[in-house]
Each structure stands twice: as structure tokens, then as C-alpha cells.
Antibody, heavy 123, light 111 residues
Framework: EMQLVESGGGLVQPGGSLRLSCAASGFTFSVWWMTWVRQAPGKGLEWVANIKHDGSEKYYVDSVKGRFTISRDNTRELLYLQMNSLRAEDTAVYYC????????????????WGQGTLVTVSS | QSALTQPASVSGSPGQSITISCTGTSSDVGAYDYFSWYQQYPGNAPKLMIYDVTNRPSGVSNRFSGSRSGNTASLTISGLQAEDEADYYCSSYTSNNNHVVFGGGTKLAVL
């Protein structure tokens, strides 16, 4: 059974940094594109970033470009999201998910999701 | 404001059928088959229910079905059950920025 478990969330001050992790198990992690999707409190979903199965391609929503970095360790079956220069508007539950379908470089379907980790940016 | 428009809430009684709409534009919902529906219980992760407009992943009840007309896609749940009470989100590929966009979500209440 596919399982994804996020960790690393917490309370951070504006301008601070945080690194999220997502531990994968139950499937061949190294062949899947992976993604991060976030959900602000009481709000809808927002795609954040994608990474190709081998880590050679990475794509971001405009609002996090230059601040967030997605990466992966296929040996340890881990997905990461390094978040720098955090803003209040980055406050959200961050989910990692497997990408079920890629169109060009766009992930258009998210098949399996973790339970999420809450990031709160506040002074 | 979300790129795709969903009603904030929908309700129905057990056994009834309900439909949740998701309206976009000719740059997203109306143009591509890369359209999905997700179910989310409070405090839980989203679950893929429908993909490519009409397809159900393995394990999803056939009470859930998807359709599209023009720039509006719909999720229909037949034989409504208490366990269907959840939030539902639509998503679509958009050629505006070659990203995926989501709707604002619809809260389904089973009365």
C-alpha cells in the first residue's frame, strides 16, 4: 500500500526557514514524479511544486519561486521542501502526493496523498 | 479567489442524487480532459475520486460519476450515503500558465 508521511511543519517567524520531509513507502518511489500541494486554513488547494522522478526537473508556482526548493533522495525514499523567506501567506497544511499524470511538465492528477504537515508563519 | 468556481455548499438526503458543478473557461475545463475531483474529510488528506473528467480510480464507488458540458464539469453522487458528507474539490489543467488549478471546494451535507 502506498504511504506518504509528512513531517517538519511548525511555527516559524516571517522571514524564517523550514524544511519539510515526506517519507514514502509501499511503492517504487524512484519512478514517480512527486509534488507538494498546500491548503491554507479554511481555504482550497494550491499546487506548490513538482519534481521529476530522477530530480532533474523542478517546477514551482510563481508565488514561491526563488524561496522554496523541492528535492528528493531516491535512495532513502524521501521528498523535501526547503522553504526560505517565509511569509504569513505561506501558512498552510502542506501535502506531498504522487503525480498520476504529467502533461508536458505539468502535474494534472494527484493519486496518493500524505496526511499533511501544518506550517504556521507568524510573529 | 479560486480559478475554478464551485458552489460553497450542496445538500441532499440519503438515497438521493446530488450534483456538484465546477465552472472554468475555454482555457481549462472546456479545453482539456485533464480534470479531476477530490474528496476530503475534515482534517484528512484529499482522495482522488474522478480523473480525466469521467474515469474512476480503482476502489472508488460507482455511485460517483463525472461529466462535462462546455466550460462546466459536474460530479454526480447517486444513492447518497452519510459517509459521502465531505468537501469536494475540482482541478483542471490550464493553458493560462501551464499549471493545474483547483476550485474553492464544495461542502456536501447529507441531511
Amino acid at each position: 500500500e502506498m504511504q506518504l508521511v509528512e513531517s517538519g511543519g511548525g511555527l516559524v517567524q516571517p522571514g524564517g526557514s523550514l524544511r519539510l520531509s515526506c517519507a514514502a513507502s509501499g511503492f517504487t518511489f524512484s519512478v514517480w514524479w512527486m509534488t507538494w500541494v498546500r491548503q491554507a486554513p479554511g481555504k482550497g488547494l494550491e499546487w506548490v511544486a513538482n519534481i521529476k522522478h530522477d530530480g532533474s526537473e523542478k517546477y514551482y508556482v510563481d508565488s514561491v519561486k526563488g524561496r522554496f526548493t523541492i528535492s528528493r533522495d531516491n535512495t532513502r525514499e524521501l521528498l523535501y521542501l526547503q522553504m526560505n523567506s517565509l511569509r504569513a501567506e505561506d501558512t498552510a497544511v502542506y501535502y506531498c502526493a504522487t503525480v498520476g499524470h504529467i502533461v508536458g511538465v505539468t502535474a494534472v492528477r494527484f493519486d496518493s496523498w500524505g496526511q499533511g504537515t501544518l506550517v504556521t508563519v507568524s510573529s | 479567489q479560486s480559478a475554478l468556481t464551485q458552489p460553497a455548499s450542496v445538500s441532499g438526503s440519503p438515497g438521493q442524487s446530488i450534483t456538484i458543478s465546477c465552472t472554468g473557461t475555454s482555457s481549462d475545463v472546456g479545453a482539456y480532459d485533464y480534470f479531476s475531483w477530490y474528496q476530503q474529510y475534515p482534517g484528512n488528506a484529499p482522495k482522488l475520486m474522478i480523473y480525466d473528467v469521467t474515469n474512476r480510480p480503482s476502489g472508488v464507488s460507482n455511485r460517483f460519476s463525472g461529466s462535462r458540458s462546455g466550460n462546466t464539469a459536474s460530479l454526480t453522487i447517486s444513492g447518497l450515503q452519510a459517509e459521502d458528507e465531505a468537501d469536494y474539490y475540482c482541478s483542471s489543467y490550464t493553458s493560462n500558465n501551464n499549471h493545474v488549478v483547483f476550485g474553492g471546494g464544495t461542502k456536501l451535507a447529507v441531511l
